[in-house]
């Protein structure tokens, strides 16, 4: 059974960057594909970015360009980097790890694993 946790949040300004991760344990995560979501207060979590075992990416529209989603199997970890940092990024930030064959909303909500989630906040 595979668990991730997430770490790296934190309070910063408009602009400022932020890194962060998310640590599988109890299985390899290459054949995983992995997914940031986020969730604003009153607002539907919303997946962000998201990378498959082989590296395929993709983005939401409004995080093209800022943010950057990678992973080392190695180190069984994913990472989220977020440059150039907005109010509307505030959220509470999410991984999921899921064996998937399609990066869907959906497949990561029906079949992934979850961690706690780590709060970014930016202020302006």
């Known amino acids: 059974q595979v668990q991730v946790v997430e770490s790296g949040g934190g309070s910063v300004q408009a602009g400022e960057s932020l890194r962060l991760s998310c640590v599988a344990s109890?299985?390899?995560?290459?054949?995983?594909?992995m997914g940031w979501f986020r969730q604003a207060p009153g607002k539907e979590r919303e997946l962000v970015a998201a990378i498959s075992g082989r590296g395929d990416t993709s983005y939401v529209d409004s995080v093209k360009g800022r943010f950057a989603v990678s992973r080392d199997n190695a180190k069984n970890t994913g990472y989220l980097q977020m440059n150039n940092l907005r109010p509307e990024d505030t959220a509470v930030y999410y991984c999921?790890?899921?064996?998937?064959?399609?990066?869907?909303?959906?497949?990561?909500?029906?079949?992934?694993?979850w961690g706690q989630g780590t709060q970014v906040t930016i202020s302006s």
């Open positions: 999921t790890v899921a064996q998937i064959p399609r990066m869907t909303v959906e497949a990561f909500v029906d079949l992934g694993t």
């Open positions: 109890g299985r390899s995560l290459s054949t995983y594909s």
